[in-house]
């Protein structure tokens, strides 16, 4: 079946510095979609950024990242961490393929904590 | 514009008692609904999907249930909890397949 995986589970970073995220994914479908949720405390997750075109640089808020499907990743990236990114993050895949069903599959989640 | 609401909020059951989760959207018709639950230390996983009303799908087998009574509502229940149920419940909509997914507040659940 489908899997994400985030190899870190804790990045903490000083404010100012380059944040970088790590997302892979596995699927045996050509036309997934894949999504960053950031989840604030207190507040549901929402949407930060999705892609499902190959090779092309997707931005939200600051933050970016590019869909490659021949390495299967779909890394976050930012030039210079706030504080108020501190929050856990949370790469999906959604691979279209059940009728209806439009399934996420999550990573483990990064908590990306910046500190001053 | 849309909102989603769940409740409770959070809470502490007892093994062996029953459940009832809510989840309310408004300000959309006929979206997409969704489960997902996440245990502590875990990722979240879709448990339940509906694509209309009395209509409700299972995704992962976990002694629990799922109903769609109206467009607007989607209920999480079970007769028993176990130990393994504790974790953290979100509810979440769609419009069309592979559209962005919207989750409410969520529903944090300890059973002691």
């Known amino acids: 079946g489908d899997s994400v995986t985030q190899k870190e589970g804790l990045v903490t970073l000083t404010e100012g510095l380059p944040v970088m995220l790590n997302c892979t994914y596995q699927?045996?479908?050509?036309?997934?979609?894949l999504f960053w949720y950031v989840h604030y405390l207190n507040e549901s997750p929402r949407l930060l950024l999705k892609?499902?075109?190959?090779?092309k640089r997707t931005e939200h808020q600051g933050f970016h990242a590019t869909l490659h499907k021949s390495s299967s990743s779909f890394h976050l990236q930012k030039s210079s961490a706030q504080l108020s990114d501190s929050a856990l993050y949370y790469c999906?895949?959604?691979?279209?393929?059940?009728?209806?069903?439009?399934?996420?599959?999550f990573g483990q989640g990064t908590v990306l904590s910046v500190i001053p | 514009a849309q909102t989603i609401h769940q409740w409770p909020v959070a809470e502490i059951k007892a093994v062996g008692s029953p459940l009832s989760l809510g989840c309310t959207i408004k300000?959309?018709?006929?979206?997409?609904l969704y489960w997902y639950w996440q245990a502590t230390g875990g990722t979240l996983q879709q448990l339940f999907y509906?694509?209309?009303?009395?209509?409700v799908e299972s995704v992962v087998q976990l002694n629990l249930s799922a109903s769609r009574p109206k467009d607007d509502q989607f209920i999480l229940s079970t007769e028993k909890l176990l130990l393994s149920h504790s974790g953290f419940y979100l509810c979440?909509?769609?419009?069309?397949?592979?559209?962005?997914?919207?989750f409410g507040p969520g529903t944090r659940l300890l059973v002691l």
């Open positions: 892609s499902s075109t190959d090779n």
């Open positions: 979440a909509w769609s419009l069309l397949d592979q559209d962005t997914q919207y």
């Open positions: 300000g959309k018709s006929s979206p997409n």
């Open positions: 999906a895949l959604s691979d279209g393929a059940t009728g209806g069903n439009n399934k996420l599959t």
């Open positions: 699927t045996i479908y050509s036309n997934a979609f």
């Open positions: 509906s694509i209309t009303v009395g209509q």
